[in-house]
Every structure is written in structure tokens, then in C-alpha cells.
């Protein structure tokens, strides 16, 4: 059975960091895209990041670039996300998704989410 | 990239055919034949029901259809059920490796 389980999600403060951790189950994350999804509270989901199959490429929204990392560990078949200096507009479930198509445009398999806070 | 743009509720009774739609622009939705649609229950993540804009995953029921004309994209339930209560969102590639996937507000569909 394909499972994602996030961790990792907390209350910061702003210009904190996060670690967030997706370990997977079912499948091999070498073999897929994978992303990062958030969703603020009473809005739809927001791309944030992508790591593709063979771990050589990553791409960021704008808006979290140069703050967030997206790597994985294959050993650990986990995917994670670093998140530094953390903003109030950064708070948001974040799930992580598996990429599917020939363009990776959905999503099969989503984590549970890990909620991230941040506030003084 | 802007958002989607998706009616705030949709309502029908049970039985009903209902249809939410999504409107983008020809840089994604009118652009490419890569519309998806999800299911998200309160507290739950999202669950995907339509992919490529009218296929349906394994296990997704045959009441759930897409379809799209020029810059909209629709999702119809038909037959509807009480446990289709949900928010359904839309998504469309965009073609930008920067921004690769865009979603809609969000449509609350409510089952009288």
C-alpha cells in the first residue's frame, strides 16, 4: 500500500526554521517527482516545491526560493523540506504529494499534512 | 500565477447532478489537457478524482465526470450522495517549471 507520513511541522517564530520529514511506503521515492503542497487555513492548496525522480533537479515557488530546501534520503525513502526564516504568510498545513503524468501535474498519494505556525 | 477561479459553494439533493466549474486562462487550463480535480474532507487531505481532465483513478465511482471548453474546466456529480459533502478544488499545469501546478480556491458542495 502507497503511504506518505509528514513530520515535523511545529509553532515558530518568525525567522525561525522548520525540518519537515515525508517518509514513504509502498513505492521507491527514486522512481517519482515528488512535492511539496501547503494550504493556509480556508484556502486551496498552493504549490511550494519539487524534487524530481533521479534527485538532480529542484524548483521552488517564488515565494518560499532561497528560504526552503527540498532533498531527500533514499536510504530513509523520506523526503524532506528545510524551511528558514520562517514568515507569518509560511503558516499553512504542507503535505507531500506524488507526482503523476507525463508532465507531473497531479497528485496520487498525499501525506496526512503537518501543520506549520508561526507566530511571536 | 493567479489562482484558479472556482464558485464558492455548490449545492443539490441527493440524486442531483451538479457541476462546479474552474476558470483559468490560456496559459493553463485552455493551454494543456492536464486539468485535475480533488476531494477534501474537513481535516483530511486532498483526494484526487479526476486527472487529465476527465479520467477517473481506480476506485474513483463513475458519477464523477470532467470535462473542459476553452479556459474552463468542470467537474459533474451526478447521482449525488450524501458522502459527496466535500470541498472539491481543480488544479492545471501551467507549462512554468517555477510554478508548475496551479489550484483553485475551492468549492464547498453541499448535499441537501
Known amino acids: 500500500e502507497v503511504q506518505l507520513v509528514e513530520s515535523g511541522g511545529g509553532l515558530v517564530q518568525p525567522g525561525g526554521s522548520l525540518r519537515l520529514s515525508c517518509a514513504a511506503s509502498g513505492f521507491s521515492l527514486s522512481d517519482y517527482w515528488m512535492h511539496w503542497v501547503r494550504q493556509a487555513p480556508g484556502k486551496g492548496p498552493v504549490w511550494v516545491s519539487r524534487?524530481?525522480?533521479?534527485?538532480?533537479?529542484?524548483f521552488y515557488a517564488d515565494s518560499v526560493k532561497g528560504r526552503f530546501t527540498i532533498s531527500r534520503d533514499n536510504a530513509k525513502n523520506t523526503l524532506y523540506l528545510q524551511m528558514n526564516n520562517l514568515r507569518a504568510d509560511d503558516a499553512a498545513v504542507y503535505y507531500c504529494a506524488r507526482g503523476r503524468g507525463s508532465v507531473d501535474s497531479w497528485y496520487d498519494a498525499w501525506g496526512q499534512g503537518t501543520p506549520a505556525t508561526v507566530s511571536s | 500565477q493567479s489562482a484558479l477561479t472556482q464558485p464558492p459553494s455548490a449545492s443539490g439533493s441527493p440524486g442531483q447532478s451538479v457541476t462546479i466549474s474552474c476558470t483559468g486562462t490560456?496559459?493553463?487550463?485552455?493551454?494543456?489537457?492536464?486539468v485535475s480535480w480533488y476531494q477534501q474532507r474537513p481535516g483530511k487531505a486532498p483526494k484526487l478524482m479526476i486527472y487529465?481532465?476527465?479520467k477517473r483513478p481506480s476506485g474513483v465511482p463513475d458519477r464523477f465526470s470532467g470535462s473542459k471548453s476553452g479556459n474552463t474546466a468542470s467537474l459533474t456529480v451526478s447521482g449525488l450522495q450524501a458522502d459527496d459533502e466535500a470541498d472539491y478544488y481543480c488544479s492545471s499545469y501551467t507549462g512554468n517549471n517555477n510554478f508548475p501546478v496551479v489550484f483553485g480556491g475551492g468549492t464547498e458542495l453541499t448535499v441537501l
Open positions: 524534487l524530481s525522480s533521479d534527485g538532480s533537479l529542484t
Open positions: 487529465e481532465v476527465n
Open positions: 490560456r496559459s493553463d487550463v485552455g493551454g494543456y489537457n492536464h
